[in-house]
């Protein structure tokens, strides 16, 4: 009787979300973008922070509902019917935007981390967050590129009852 219930749930959710554009790179890179960000300002918020570490929360948490709500609209499919939009432009120039942020971030967090583990570690996310999102710009640089040329990597497999 519970499988039955679950059944039209499961549909719904595959029927609305492109589960394929999480095996694409940009997918790949937004997923890891969420992880390592979410890792960069837990490690800062748990521990008391002022002066350096509230621009490194601001960046870390501001990218990360960024991300967060780029990742929804692919995934949604949303950026298929906006056709206003340059979505191309857009994630690259974000994409390039929150690597310097993030470099700046990191380079600030590990300068004034003084003798606090937390505040090295979350420097270490940070970095790596920031190669994270580099890859992203290249991807969608490469992406870019690719459409301006008449070829692209702009192609999403549909899973099996997405839109």
Same mark, same amino acid.
């Given at each position: ?27 790949? +890179? ?8 979410? +890792?960069?300002? $837990? $490690?800062?918020?748990?521990?008391? &922070?002022?002066?350096?570490?509230? &621009? ?21 499919? $949303? ?22 942020? &993030? ?29 994270? &999102? ?28 997405? $839109?």
């Amino acid at each position: 009787m519970a499988d039955a219930e679950q059944q039209p749930q499961q549909s719904l959710v595959r029927r609305f979300l492109n589960f394929g554009y999480l095996k694409t790179p940009q997918g790949i +890179c937004k997923v890891a973008e969420l992880v390592l960000g979410l +890792c960069t300002w $837990i $490690i800062i918020v748990v521990h008391a &922070y002022a002066g350096v570490q509230v &621009y490194v929360m601001f960046v870390a948490v501001a990218s990360w509902l960024i991300t967060l709500l780029g990742l929804l609209l692919f995934m949604c499919g $949303i950026h298929e019917r906006v056709q206003f939009v340059p979505w191309q432009h857009t994630e690259l120039g974000y994409n390039t935007g929150v690597t310097v942020l &993030y470099l700046i971030a990191a380079i600030l967090q590990v300068a004034f981390a003084g003798s606090s583990d937390a505040y090295k570690a979350a420097g270490a996310f940070a970095f790596f967050t920031t190669i994270v &999102y580099g890859i992203a710009a290249f991807f969608s640089w490469r992406q870019w590129r690719g459409s301006r040329s008449g070829g692209g990597d702009q192609t999403v497999e549909k899973t099996p009852g997405a $839109i």
